[in-house]
């Protein structure tokens, strides 16, 4: 397991605890858990965690139609899910768009073709306006109508979108505009969360400053008397358009 | 945000009250309102629905599976605490961010107030976090000069009323619509009628004005990865994101209890967390953040604090104790209890952390003595030991905290003195045959004091029991003792068999 390479003594002191804002030294503050855990010398050896036997918590049968699981979960959050194909992608967006009254738009795409061929389309109709990211701060996403991105994944069991990215402004993207659309292609469509985190089953880690967010549906309230209200800070309306 | 200081002592007195804490008179407070006791009994009963029909779509017939696999695994990084946190620390300073530690509130604070004034912020936003909450984090930044806003609707509401919070996943439980108006229309100068969706647009247009101006985030964390040293985040409204990903500097303030070893055991307790709290497949949001934004970002400026905190986590560590740090708050177990239904929430448990959890560890963490009536606060019906995605055996812990106030003393001399009459005519046979005219002589006071027949069956029932038992009686009726005791039938029985 990978834990024994990163295990305790080898590297105690390579990386501690700040104390420069007058935190606790860490030997202090994680030797008084010792007494109490009743660390012996042999303890001192890390022991593997459980083994994770997905067959116990999966939730979703390995004959289930993903793409359709998919839908009915997007649905049941609350995300409107507009099924289109390659060659209608745009007018697709470009009608989402239109019939909820947006003037401009912001662009989450990383390292993406849809980034170009978007901003072709649009720059055609002259229809919006693409707003670029300012130099220092997402504070102008607040005056955006609608932010859209593509995804890294989707997931069937929670009709969950999957972003990662290491910008925090293409982050806001999916998070400050009123409006969300999410470009979402079948194949990406993973059937349980357990497949997401499989991938980080051999040794691979999330990168160092990557965040990634799942998101699942508009945002939502029921704090006051229960009663569900959509629309609390983030997103009002989520649009995935699957491709 | 600025609050009457009259206000603020309020919220503060609610939730940290003088010691020792009187369950009783506080809970004459909780239940004053009906209409208020009856919103908790609705909401917790709706919700204890909602995460029944989710458990059994998703798991079916393998509950018990899930819930023992998800234990062990959250026991085990316990039994291994100080190995996880120090991977933790190892792995989250590689990938940027600042740990620091705190053994107590005070020193948390301190913290806190230090990184925030060497930026130079001015205004900070705040997502719902118990553990903020717990060492009292807001007043602090207020008295430092640092504007402070909670973002979560209910801790928003809560803020601007200088109420507390009464249940740590819907924090507004007790209130009403009509008096959130008055609230919004008082402290906001909003128009606003009293609908739910009305009342969250003003929240909504206020605070999207404050995220332009703030300078700091705090957020709590629900799982902090020992071999990624990624923070986990799970949010509904979307504030949390605001909190994380707005502001240049993030403070992040977490119990030692929240380390998990590996970044798959989310696949797990992630299923388990929503599913529990609102019966929610996923909460709407999932943030799993892995350091600060690198260069290249337009939005460059960017730091990430972890503050780990003990503040009497450690008081649990010992093994009797030690599961108890396995919950993942979820609240599933205040919905469940019927006691927290019927005690008016959260505030009657003088504590943050309130239900089924917060009476086990609410003494350990801050004193057996001080918080002794918590552990009776329970009928021991089960409940949130079926209900709890961790499977901490509250309902025993219960038991052996109530074991420990015994030999602490804390019962009143006379009580030890009944107890000890008591186990006297249990060990002398003549004296235990005694008690039957005791008994006998309570059935005629019952029979006095009552005069109510059950239409059910003959028996009577003791309204006002006398003198010492009047408190018995105070919210329930006492059946009268039947006039015949258990060895009498026995010995006429052997007469009847045997002739």
Redo the contacts between chains.
Sequence with gaps: MNHRESSSNAHASTHPALTNMGGCNQQEFLTRLKDPLEVTPTHDEFACPPILDDSIFRTTASDEDVVSRFVSQAKAAGTQIHETNENDLCSTINRILTNHKCRNVSLGFVDSPMDQRLRAYFSAEKKLDICPPSSDNSSYLFNVDAGITDVCAAIAETGSLVITTQSRHFRSISLIPPMHIAVVNRKQILADLIDYFDAFRDDVKPKPGFSTLFITGPSKTADIEGELVVGVHGPRSVHIVLV | MSQDTSSESHSLHLLNPPLPFDMKLRMQQTTENDGSVQ?IQ??AR??FAQREKSYTE??GD?QT??KT?AG??KQ??L?????Y???F???A????M??????DAA?AR??CL??AQ?HGCKCCIKSKSMVTEEIQLLSALESGGIETYE????EF?VQLDGDAPSHIV????H???ES?ARTFRQKLGAETTSD??D??EV??QY??NV??KADLGISGANFLV?????IVLCT????G??VT??PPVHIVVAG?EKVI????????L??LLARSS?G???????????????H?????T?EI?V??L?NGR??L???PTRSLLRCIRCGACLNACPVFRHAGGGHAYGSVYSGPIGSAITPLMRGVSNYSDLPKASSLCGSCHQVCPVNINLPQQLINLRQEAVTQQIPSRLESLIYRLFALCLRYPFLYRATSYFNKLFTRLGGISTGAHDQFSNRKWVKHAPWLFRHWTTCRDLPTPTSKNFQHWWILRNRGSSS
Aim: aromatic content about 4%; overall charge positive.
């Design positions: 919103r609705n909401t709706t919700k998703a798991f393998r599976d899930v696999l062990q695994i085990h990084t039994d291994h605490l100080d190995q946190l120090e991977q620390i190892q792995s300073t590689k990938s940027g600042k740990v620091h530690l705190a053994r020193q301190k913290i230090n990184i060497s973002t979560d609707l209910g509401i819907t924090p507004v439980i209130k009403d619509r959130i739910p969706e009342l969250t929240a909504r605070l999207r995220y332009r020992a071999d990624t040293g990624t509904n409204e979307g504030n994101r605001f990903e707005v030692i070893p590996r970044i798959n055991d989310l696949s797990l992630l299923k609102t929610q497949p996923l909460t709407v949001y999932t943030s799993l953040i892995n350091g600060p934004t690198q290249g970002d337009p939005v460059s960017h604090n503050i780990l003990d450690s008081n560590l010992p093994a």
